[in-house]
């Protein structure tokens, strides 16, 4: 039948056939070259049952057209007749337009895919080695690897060989290859061969026996003289033979080429030699090789060359990769190697990423690695290169739980498909997900996708990635629970050895504490329990990526100790999503937060709020705490409401700056440090100032009931005035008071001081949270003089006695409780004395450096480091602040920018005025914010205040992740600290001493 109908009935029939295309289709198919098989029902059926139909059809016409008359008719009888090479022929065709190029340019080879026998289904080396035996150059070895590459596609695309089966076979195919590359490169140059050993070991996917279609293949090197040879001679000669060998497979000709050959995994990466003796190996392995080189030894193994030098290389290193775990550094170089895979990834193809992405294949294979690493060393059937083999190993061993094994076996199989058939349409190394719905359709139909293949293989890939997600940290700590909450008796189970050695691994430095924590979290069979069974995997998790995983969990133990019969807690942790992290990361960054938090626990209820870590302002705080303390029985129980108050404001930020510096998943981390300086300033001061109202509310209480005989304000000065208070800062003060109409000065007087010690006993009562001191030595006349004085009295004072430094330190004088307008008249009465005008003469500036030099040399404690003292050492707060402030007595009479008690802020002024250039504002606001975050770190970390690193390790790594700094980097960290600051001490010398 010819004409409109036969083409509508066809193209109906290719519409049902899975064509995008039916138009050009039956162009193609009315070709001449295609008479004998145009009206062919099979071939339509096989068509439709390729991955893409119209690039099927496209290549068998371009196939067709490339053979000669007679060899057409046989390739014509032979796809009408045989139906599996009718299969494997187009579902190549339909799946790899790159192998349809092959087979154009060389149309004999679809004849590899003919043979159809028991030993064709799972070739090995040997099979393969007699694939490319007929190469004789470059050249033919890569038409011969294609042609061998287009019978395992085909196995592939038809489902003969599974997807761990044809990772298997690119592996042994690539292991051939290699042999066949080395023996061209010895038959160029008979000379170099005669004189070493050389040995090519595969490393990673290829060494794993689970190689991509296209990915560079690693390796590795050794060599040894042969017999009576030079061995410096011989190496050179074996790097020459490995060079070659690199070419032949690497380069690119009209033939494409094979794949690069990758030998950066090799001792000193790029920057050593290629080729080394295995003592060399040895020796350094021995001596300089990090944790994630013994990883990539792991799937060690000898692939060409000499076997007995290969098989001495593995005897010698596999002791070393099983012994990994031992290492000092261990840990932290697995929480490095772990940080480095996420930072790597880039952010624009985060969500496409295959491999590196979350839930990708990366997570399953780094979790396999580390688990074997830490488990091999003591149970040799752990000791596989390949992932699969190792995670069915890890499950018969109890290491893993057999349930979550057999998801993360079905996930990672889905998830290796579909990087196979992605690289497999163009033989490109990609781990990135097509964007197009043309592409995604391809790839769907590919993995038998065929009712909605777009929507099925997002849905499908969400699915799984999502799994290994939540896999990855359950693989590590769920059979760690199972240890220790004994419900399912007669399942295999770790041992209390075996857990150990795995929390050691992660960082636990007390497993047994831990294991105990475990016990008391998980056991039973209680609803707490079973929630607490749920949450501690990815808890653990986080703890692990701590400086302290032992705190995160005895902490975490605390609270749920206190909190765990309070149906919310759990509740909280469980269905809000920020909760259960932003805990960890507080409870593992160090003591303060935890033991604010263990003393009010209620307050976890912040960290699940979505406004919950924003500061409250002080307006808002001082109603609080003035509303608590009027509702006091007495002026103990007033000032104790008030640091309750206090207590939960302090978590509040605290909370807020860990969480900023280090980041979680749905925070990131802060970009701007200045920005979280600012806003601890800010919020202890405002918290602060509210807590000094309740203890004046409470104290005039005590004496007068509502209002006392005398106005009075509190001024804060120093860092308090400046709003720049640090986590264990004292509060710097003064004390003003003006007595009421027709109340007698001395009993005002009387009143006022009766007040000020008050609220000192108060504040001065003993608590276990961090204490507000109140200090007031920057009065006039300092400790010998009256602790309060009236407005009148500073005024004669100032008037009479001032010296420059009282001046300076009023700079930072703002009023912060108490009498509003009393406070505003005290800023009045101070503002020509802190900006005089005209600014400073020339005996005042010398009076200032004096002062400065003499605290320099007199007020640093003994023995500190200079260079490592935030507060008075060299390019510290003390530099950055005394310079800013010098600026501001000297010029802020006529530039009201100045006029502030802020430092950050009257830097940036000074700059504006063009007082300060540049880029030397901004080497003292650097240095001024690191010496500020270094204050708050010890504080966070320690519970206590202090002005240097700490000396423990484990301390000094907490600080190290607070201020940004990686495991294993605090080194770099006090590098960095020493050169900002000595780039703030020598803007300090020209802007300050005038150098």
């Not at 187009?90 to 154009?104: F, N, R």
């Not at 624009?348 to 979790?367: S, Y």
């Not at 263990?598 to 699940?608: D, Q, S, Y």
Request: net charge negative; proline share 5%; with cysteine.
């Amino acid at each position: 039948m010819t004409g409109p109908g036969r083409r509508s009935s066809t193209f109906t029939r290719l519409l049902r056939h899975g064509f995008t295309d039916p138009s050009r289709a039956e162009r193609l198919l009315d070709l001449p070259e295609l008479a004998a098989l145009r009206d062919d029902s099979v071939l339509l059926d096989a068509l439709g049952g390729t991955a893409d139909p119209d690039l099927a059809l496209h290549g068998l016409v371009r196939l067709v057209e490339a053979q000669a008359e007679a060899e057409r008719q046989t390739l014509t009888t032979t796809l009408l007749s045989a139906k599996p090479f009718r299969d494997r022929l187009l579902g190549v065709l339909g799946s790899s337009e790159a192998l349809a190029d092959h087979l154009s340019r060389h149309p004999h080879d679809w004849q590899a895919l003919v043979t159809y026998e028991a030993a064709d289904l799972n070739p090995g080396v040997a099979e393969f080695e007699q694939g490319l035996a007929d190469a004789d150059g470059p050249d033919s070895l890569r038409v011969a690897y294609r042609r061998c590459l287009l019978a395992i596609a085909a196995r592939d695309v038809c489902g003969t060989a599974d997807v761990a089966q044809t990772a298997a076979e690119l592996a042994d195919l690539a292991t051939a290859t290699l042999r066949a590359a080395l023996a061209l490169a010895r038959t160029a140059a008979p000379a170099d061969a005669a004189q070493c050993r050389l040995s090519v070991i595969a490393m990673g996917k290829c060494g794993g026996h689970e190689l991509n279609y296209v990915s560079d293949v690693d390796v590795i090197f050794v060599a040894e003289p042969a017999d009576g040879a030079d061995e410096h001679k011989a190496l050179q000669a074996a790097t020459r033979l490995a060079s070659h060998l690199m070419r032949i497979c690497s380069d690119t000709t009209v033939e494409g080429t094979i794949w690069p050959v990758d030998a950066n995994l090799r001792p000193e990466g790029r920057n050593g030699p290629l080729v080394r003796t295995l003592s060399s190996h040895l020796a350094y392995y021995q001596r300089w090789a990090k944790t994630w080189e013994f990883q990539a030894l792991l799937k060690a193994r000898p692939v060409a060359g000499d076997p007995e030098l290969g098989a001495a290389y593995i005897d010698a290193v596999s002791p070393m990769v099983w012994q990994a775990a031992e290492r000092e550094n261990f840990v932290a170089d697995v929480q490095k190697m772990r940080r480095r895979v996420v930072d790597n990834i880039p952010a624009a193809h985060l969500d496409r990423q295959l491999k590196l992405g979350p839930g990708g294949l990366r997570d399953v294979e780094f979790a396999v690695q580390l688990l074997q690493l830490v488990h091999g060393r003591s149970d040799a059937t752990l000791r596989s290169g390949t992932t699969l083999d190792a995670l069915g190993a890890l499950a018969a061993g109890g290491y893993v739980g057999r349930a979550d094994a057999a998801q993360l076996d079905d996930a990672y199989r889905f998830l290796r498909a579909m990087e196979h058939r992605i690289q497999l349409y163009r033989l490109r190394r990609t781990h990135l997900v097509p964007e197009d719905d043309a592409d995604l359709r391809r790839l769907g139909r590919s993995l038998g996708l065929r009712t909605d293949p777009v929507a099925e293989l997002n849905k499908e890939w969400k699915r799984h990635a999502s799994l290994v997600r939540r896999l990855h940290e359950k693989l590590f700590y769920r059979p760690l629970l199972d240890a220790v909450a004994q419900l399912a008796p007669g399942e295999i189970r770790l041992s209390p050895k075996a857990a150990g050695q795995r929390l050691e691994a992660l960082g636990y430095a007390d497993p047994t504490a831990a294991l105990r924590h475990l016990e008391a979290l998980s056991a039973g069979v209680s609803r707490k329990a079973a929630i607490q069974r749920t949450l501690l995997p990815v808890l653990l998790g986080w703890f692990a990526d701590s400086a302290d995983p032992d705190a995160g969990l005895l902490g975490f133990r605390k609270v749920s100790d206190a909190l765990g019969k309070t149906p919310w807690y759990l509740r909280l942790l469980r269905d809000e999503g920020a909760a259960a992290e932003n805990l960890a990361r507080v409870l593992s960054a160090g003591r303060l937060a935890p033991d604010l938090l263990l003393r009010a626990p209620e307050a976890v209820a912040i960290l699940g709020a979505p406004e919950g870590l924003k500061p409250r302002g002080r307006e808002h705080l001082e109603q609080e705490v003035l509303a608590a303390v009027g509702r006091a029985d007495d002026a103990e129980q007033a000032v104790a409401a008030a640091r309750g108050v206090r207590r939960r404001e302090l978590f509040r930020t605290a909370a807020a700056d860990l969480i900023g510096s280090y980041g979680t998943e749905e925070s990131p981390r802060e970009a701007d440090p200045g920005a979280l300086v600012d806003r601890v300033g800010n919020a202890v001061t405002d918290l602060n100032a509210a807590t000094i109202a309740g203890a004046l509310r409470a104290a005039v209480a005590v004496g007068w009931g509502e209002e006392l005989p005398t106005r009075f304000a509190v001024i804060g000065m120093g860092r308090f005035g400046g709003h720049e208070l640090g986590y264990g800062s004292d509060a710097d003060v003064l004390f003003v008071h003006e007595p009421r109409e027709g109340v007698d000065d001395q009993e005002a007087a009387r009143a006022a001081t009766r007040v000020v010690e008050e609220m000192r006993r108060l504040l001065q009562l003993p608590t276990a949270d961090p204490p507000l001191l109140i200090d007031a030595d920057l009065r006039p006349e300092g400790k010998s003089g009256p602790l309060v004085r009236t407005l009148a009295s500073y005024a004669a004072y100032y008037r009479r006695w001032s010296l420059v430094w009282e001046a300076q330190a009023l700079l930072r004088a703002e009023p912060m409780a108490g009498d509003p307008d009393l406070g505003a008249r005290f800023v009045d009465l101070i503002d020509p004395l802190r900006y005089p005008m005209e600014g400073l003469g020339e005996e005042a500036v010398r009076e200032i450096r004096r002062l400065k030099a003499r605290m320099e040399s007199e007020r640093l404690p003994r023995g500190a480091d200079p260079t490592l003292h935030a507060k008075l050492g060299r390019g510290g707060l003390s530099d950055v602040e005394w310079t800013v402030q010098l600026f501001q007595l000297q010029h802020g009479w006529r530039l009201p920018g100045l006029r502030t008690t802020r430092t950050r802020e009257a830097l940036a002024a000074a700059h504006a005025a063009d007082l300060i250039p540049a880029d030397e504002a901004q080497i003292l606001d650097e240095a001024w914010v690191l010496a500020t975050r270094v204050r708050n770190a010890v504080m966070l970390v320690r519970g206590r205040p202090g002005d240097t690193f700490p000396s423990d390790g484990r301390e000094l790594a907490a600080v190290g992740r607070y201020l940004g700094y990686e495991p294993g980097h605090v080194g770099e960290m006090v590098d960095d600290y020493r050169r900002i600051t000595r780039r703030a001490r020598a803007v300090v010398e020209e802007l300050f001493y005038g150098a």
